[in-house]
């Protein structure tokens, strides 16, 4: 059977949520996924004086463990405008992964938040992507037949590019409805790549 990684850093819950959302999507698609996330870089007393979330239930990946998965989706906040260091960090350690050409041909997508509309979501996107595409990766988007991303009536993220959510500079906005559908989408539609391709 097949099987997807939702793979996500998260410091204040935002992209966790977005994370357990895409995976039920995947899921609901009928093919088998895990969520696990990359370790934090923070010192745990810096990290709680600053308020991050380090109660998270995902297990911590090892970079080893990719090959072991059909798709690969990859989600981090923004820090400004690019992937945060504790991603960057772990993908820093695929080397022997890309030497071996370990990942071509798996399918990858990604997915973000930021704290304003206009805080980085694509560029983050793309900073994110590179890494799959270095892999060998067959990248897909949010296509466009997810109609939430058109809205215009509220704050709302998502883009062709990937699932994303808007957080409020002080973090005090949660994923909505439509940003969460966005995300289940997501997770359906690599699942469905998955199944073809495989």
Same mark, same amino acid.
């Given at each position: 059977m097949s099987k997807i990684l939702v793979l996500y850093y998260s410091s204040y819950g935002h992209v966790e949520t977005m994370a357990h959302n895409i995976a039920e999507g995947v899921r609901a698609a009928g093919v088998d996924v895990v969520v696990k996330r990359v370790p934090e870089l923070v010192p745990e007393d810096a990290a709680r004086a600053n308020h991050f979330k380090l109660e998270q239930e995902a297990p911590v990946a090892s970079p080893d463990e990719l090959v072991e998965y059909d798709g690969?989706?990859?989600?981090?906040? /923004?820090?400004? *405008?690019?992937? +945060?260091? &504790?991603?960057?960090?772990?993908? =820093?350690? /695929? *080397? *022997? @992964?890309?030497?071996? $050409? &370990? @990942?071509?041909?798996k399918v990858g997508a990604v997915f973000t938040s930021t704290a304003t509309q206009h805080g980085g979501q694509e560029t983050t996107l793309y900073s994110l992507m590179s890494n799959l595409l270095h892999h060998g990766m067959v990248i897909s988007g949010l296509p466009y037949s997810f109609q939430g991303q058109m809205r215009n009536d509220e704050v709302v993220g998502g883009s062709p590019y990937g699932a994303t959510t808007v957080a409020n $500079? =002080?973090?005090?906005? &949660? +994923?909505? !409805?439509? !940003? @969460? !559908? *966005?995300?289940r989408f997501l997770g359906g539609h690599v699942a469905g790549l998955v199944k073809k391709l495989a």
């Open positions: 690969i989706i990859v989600g981090a906040p /923004t820090r400004f *405008g690019r992937l +945060p260091a &504790q991603m960057a960090n772990f993908w =820093d350690q /695929t *080397g *022997g @992964l890309w030497a071996n $050409g &370990q @990942l071509i041909g $500079g =002080d973090g005090s906005r &949660q +994923p909505s !409805e439509t !940003e @969460l !559908e *966005g995300a």
